[in-house]
């Protein structure tokens, strides 16, 4: 646990020097501080702004890379997207304050600039395009904070394909505005930026498709429950470690809706088998087409991502999964039923009912072959929520354990509520979410 420690504060180091590195670059270059007049101040901080913001912005285009091998750096796919996320609320606002900032510089001198500088002649075409870098982002950035209610999933992702055109045009107002730096610098700067952020954007935008997607044939499809099957694929071998997730685009031409989308999905089998075997649960068009997916059909997979369960235990851990949530679960169980380490773990299962709890039979039978995994089963409809006594009385030991939790909100946020209360440290704690936007 200390190397992957290491390895994530390593990430967010080299992550935070690229983040700040044009500000400094900029505050170095500008000299000493200006007068401390409003105009000069607030140009002063104008320009701070935009050059945090387009930074912002490219670095968070880079890290939609999204290429298989590189999440586990920063803790996983998971978090690396809420970092994503941050950028990108940070750029908008850092961008938004630029234009705002450098008119309202001019207003101590000649207040009737300010609406001058924000709405120049058509000719100054560099500040428009500043413009429409903004509007852009407002169109691409819109749905993922939910502005317009819950977005649908492959919307939100085909307007996140515009975050290309918001950089280009960001880079391109950069250049063409250069006030800070000699143009020879500012070239090296948002080029060196802006390249990082093109190789990312193709990758993931043209050259994945082709290079980094796998082709499989679904094998079988196995109902598990009303709204619930394991899928079997059948194709080249996937290195992965149990509680990894894959992108799975189904191509059966008869699917009612999601073919040719791909959608991030839980993998249950365990590194080495000779096929994948993929949870589903029944949780929107394209999961609901997957119910009746038909065998033989091609789809393609893209993957492994993902860092929540480790490679070996070096300490007792809890195990609490809920709903489709206990999918990275079984995957380890499988994996340790084929031998894969000697470990000390409790496993609660929690579902609703027993006809909703489809993985516990193949869990017992795991856990009756393999002593060092305890398994209780926690039903909704007989013990109501889990509770601290329903833990305490199954492992007593808990505040010695790694915790993780994985399952719908509710449960994430109650477990680890008990689980801090049981005595176990919040490093201890981790938690998988099952949501990418």
């Known amino acids: 646990m200390a190397s992957k ?11 935070l020097g690229l983040a700040l590195a044009p500000l400094l670059w900029v505050w170095w270059s500008m000299g000493p501080l200006p007068p401390a007049e409003p105009g000069a101040l607030l140009r002063a901080l104008g320009r701070a702004a935009g050059v945090a913001g387009l930074t912002w912005l490219l670095v968070a285009v880079a890290l939609s890379l999204r290429l298989p091998g590189f999440d586990p750096w920063f803790g996983g796919l998971l978090r690396l997207w809420r970092i994503h996320h941050l950028l990108g609320a940070g750029s908008f606002v850092s961008l938004l304050a630029h234009p705002l900032l450098v008119a309202l510089s001019a207003a101590p001198d000649a207040p009737e600039a300010v609406l001058a500088m924000l709405t120049p002649p058509w000719r100054e075409w560099p500040v428009w395009a500043g413009w429409g870098a903004l509007l852009v982002m407002m169109v691409f950035l819109a749905p993922t904070f939910s502005f317009f209610g819950e977005p649908r999933y492959q919307r939100w992702k085909m307007l996140h394909r515009l975050s290309g055109a918001a950089a280009l045009l960001g880079v391109v107002h950069a250049l063409a505005l250069v006030r800070t730096l000699e143009p020879t610098q500012a070239a090296w700067l948002w080029g060196g930026y802006g390249g990082l952020a093109a190789l990312a954007f193709g990758w993931r935008a043209v050259l994945s498709r082709w290079i980094s997607r796998k082709p499989y044939v679904v094998a079988a499809v196995e109902p598990l429950a009303p709204g619930v099957v394991e899928l079997t694929l059948e194709g080249p071998p996937l290195r992965f470690q149990p509680g990894q997730f894959v992108y799975l685009t189904p191509l059966d031409a008869h699917l009612s809706a999601g073919r040719g989308e791909e959608h991030p999905f839980s993998l249950v089998s365990a590194p080495g088998e000779r096929a994948l075997r993929i949870g589903i649960k029944d949780l929107g068009d394209a999961s609901h087409a997957l119910m009746s997916v038909r065998v033989g059909s091609r789809a393609t997979i893209e993957g492994p991502y993902g860092d929540f369960l480790p490679e070996r235990y070096d300490r007792p851990a809890l195990w609490i999964g809920g709903g489709i949530g206990v999918t990275p679960f079984v995957s380890a169980a499988r994996t340790l039923d084929r031998g894969g380490w000697p470990v000390d773990v409790a496993l609660i299962y929690c579902a609703n009912d027993a006809s909703r709890a489809y993985y516990l039979p193949g869990l017992r039978a795991i856990a009756e072959r393999n002593p060092g995994l305890r398994l209780h089963a926690h039903l909704y409809a007989d013990e109501g929520p889990l509770s601290a006594e329903f833990l305490r009385a199954r492992v007593p030991d ?3 354990r790694r915790v993780y939790v994985c399952g719908p909100m509710p ?8 689980a801090r209360e049981l005595g176990v440290a919040g490093k201890d704690i981790a938690r998988e979410e099952f949501d990418l936007l």
């Open 5 to 15: 420690r290491t390895r994530i504060r390593l990430a967010f180091a080299v992550l």
């Open 411 to 418: 449960l994430l946020e109650l477990a680890e509520r008990l």
């Open 398 to 400: 808990v505040a010695r």
